[in-house]
């Protein structure tokens, strides 16, 4: 063998070696692929609608923005009775000289700040002294003014919106007042601000849990609040017209019992946390358990190294894909063909599951579907309206993951109130497409003024 033959000898082992590292790299990617259990994703994003399939056409990249021939979209301009004031520019006579004068003009609006971003109202109750009793009298003043103090009602509604909606410190709120409205305001009167927005808030907020046991299907998950230190738990009820948020030191059951009570008689959507699997034993409640967190378990078991468990969870996520994959499919299929189909891969699954290996977390994963246990993941099957994940609460409870790392939670009861009442005013409000500043605007002023509560219960027309 001559020297060319022993380099090619050498190349050609190269080749084979670098394939096999390839190959080990490719696994070593797929497993890193981003899902709930190696990123911040919820578990319900682990399920996709199927990929589209784009076609490439022979041409080059778009560039951003408008594209050329698209019909402009521009914002509409304010209408005469929402202009403050207009400033005409006109040229100078000698400028003009030989122009016709047209009744047109070439506008530019533009919103710009006042000077003053506030204003101050003095009043002013007259005092009378009584010359027998030498005691003196002050003419009333409405409610509103003085429950209201130093701060009115919008102000007020202002700092709360600002304090729960876009999640900001009282040092940033001073800042604001401070550097753009030219005002002073300590960090005690804001504190004080939005517990007077937190008492107006009470009786929407107790209106809600009143209805809620009533309601036929509830979502529900729970994470984690810290309280001077210590934890607790922020539940989250999701319903179609609303959510409810409730602060509480368990995790457990009894929760479920206080806010749904023992006579609930909807569906329940939920993970596997054994709080609401205890709650329907002993109350004997519907439940929808969240099929992104079973496809959770089961990608689990797909990377386990004993080859029997990993084949099993592998069979079983197929199922699933077919199952998802004929879901979105659901406005294709004819209603009897859908539910048709969604039977056949239902009971694949299901005979499959029932089969497991001889191995104890497969087995502790089939006991979930045994007997009439397995209608509790296929609830969505038979009651259109019901959700076969739990991602809809998962999104409502973001914006209280995202204010507890902000403020690093709260220091008492009376900021855990504050804290279920404005989250769920914000969810409930924008759920419903209301103007959230508006709705604790007004709860303020009719709980200044004892007059009828706003409502959080959605009206239909």
Same mark, same amino acid.
């Given at each position: 063998m001559?020297?060319k033959d022993l380099?090619?000898?050498?190349q050609?082992a190269?080749i ?8 080990q790299?490719?696994e ?6 981003k899902n709930?259990?190696n990123?911040?994703?919820?578990p319900?994003?682990?399920i996709v609608k ?5 076609v490439k056409v022979?041409?080059?990249k778009?560039?951003?923005g408008?594209?050329?021939?698209h ?7 304010f209408e005469?009775?929402?202009v403050?004031?207009?400033i005409?520019y006109?040229?100078?006579d000698?400028?003009a000289?030989g ?8 506008i530019?609006?533009?919103i710009e700040?006042p000077?003053?971003m506030?204003?101050?109202i003095?009043h ?9 009793t030498q005691?003196?009298? $002050?003419a009333p ?5 003085r429950?209201?103090?130093?701060l *009115?009602? &919008?102000? @007020?509604?202002? !700092?709360?919106f600002?304090?729960?909606?876009c999640?900001?410190?009282y ?5 604001f007042?401070g550097q ?6 300590s ?10 927005v937190?008492?107006?808030l ?6 809600l ?5 009533d309601?036929s ?9 810290h309280?001077?230190?210590?934890l607790?738990?922020t ?5 179609s ?5 409730? $602060?509480d030191?368990?995790?457990?059951c009894?929760?479920?019992e206080?806010?749904l *009570?023992? &006579?609930? @008689?909807?569906? !329940?959507?939920a993970d ?12 004997d ?5 969240c099929?992104?967190h079973?496809?959770?378990d089961?990608r ?5 190294k004993?080859?029997?468990l990993?084949r099993?969870g592998?069979e079983l996520l197929?199922w699933?894909k077919k199952l998802?994959?004929?879901l979105?499919r659901?406005?294709?299929l004819?209603?009897k063909?859908f539910?048709?189909s969604?039977?056949r891969?239902?009971?694949?699954f299901?005979k499959r599951?029932?089969r497991p ?5 497969a087995?502790?994963?089939a ?6 246990a397995?209608e509790?993941y296929?609830r969505?099957?038979?009651v259109p ?7 809809g609460?998962e ?5 209280v ?6 403020t ?10 504050w ?12 759920k ?5 500043f ?9 709980h200044w ?5 706003p409502?959080l ?5």
């Amino acid at each position: 063998m001559d020297a060319k033959d022993l380099i090619i000898e050498k190349q050609a082992a190269e080749i084979k070696m670098l394939k096999e590292v390839i190959k080990q790299l490719e696994e070593k990617i797929a497993q890193l692929e981003k899902n709930s259990n190696n990123s911040s994703k919820p578990p319900s994003s682990d399920i996709v609608k199927p990929k589209k399939t784009v076609v490439k056409v022979g041409r080059r990249k778009r560039k951003r923005g408008g594209q050329y021939g698209h019909r402009k979209f521009s914002r509409r301009p304010f209408e005469p009775e929402q202009v403050d004031e207009v400033i005409e520019y006109e040229l100078k006579d000698k400028d003009a000289k030989g122009l016709k004068r047209l009744d047109e003009w070439f506008i530019i609006q533009q919103i710009e700040l006042p000077e003053k971003m506030y204003k101050v109202i003095e009043h002013r109750a007259r005092k009378y002294l009584d010359p027998v009793t030498q005691k003196t009298h $002050i003419a009333p003043m409405p409610d509103a003014i003085r429950k209201g103090g130093l701060l *009115g009602a &919008d102000v @007020t509604a202002s !700092i709360a919106f600002m304090k729960g909606s876009c999640h900001m410190s009282y040092t940033t709120i001073q800042q604001f007042f401070g550097q753009l409205m030219k005002l002073k305001v300590s960090r005690g009167m804001l504190c004080k601000a939005t517990q007077k927005v937190s008492a107006s808030l009470q009786p929407s907020y107790e209106q809600l849990a009143r209805r809620l046991p009533d309601e036929s299907k509830v979502n529900a998950d729970e994470t984690g609040h810290h309280d001077n230190g210590d934890l607790c738990w922020t539940w989250c009820f999701d319903t179609s017209d609303y959510s409810l948020f409730k $602060i509480d030191k368990s995790r457990g059951c009894k929760v479920l019992e206080e806010m749904l *009570g023992k &006579d609930f @008689t909807g569906i !329940i959507g939920a993970d596997y946390w054994g709080a609401y699997r205890k709650y329907a034993r002993l109350f004997d409640v519907r439940m929808q358990y969240c099929m992104a967190h079973l496809i959770r378990d089961i990608r689990f078991l797909t990377e386990h190294k004993v080859k029997k468990l990993s084949r099993w969870g592998s069979e079983l996520l197929e199922w699933l894909k077919k199952l998802f994959d004929t879901l979105h499919r659901r406005d294709k299929l004819t209603a009897k063909g859908f539910i048709r189909s969604m039977e056949r891969i239902k009971a694949g699954f299901l005979k499959r599951m029932r089969r497991p290996p001889d191995h104890k977390l497969a087995k502790k994963l089939a006991r979930r579907f045994k007997g009439r246990a397995a209608e509790n993941y296929f609830r969505f099957l038979s009651v259109p309206e019901v959700e076969p994940t739990n991602n809809g609460t998962e999104r409502q409870i973001r914006p209280v993951v995202i204010d507890r790392r902000i403020t690093q939670g709260t220091r008492g009861d009376a900021g855990m109130r504050w804290c279920e009442r404005i989250w769920t005013t914000i969810a409930t409000c924008k759920k419903q497409q209301r103007n959230v500043f508006d709705f604790i605007h007004e709860t303020v002023i009719a709980h200044w003024s004892n007059k009828k509560y706003p409502s959080l219960i959605y009206q239909k027309l």
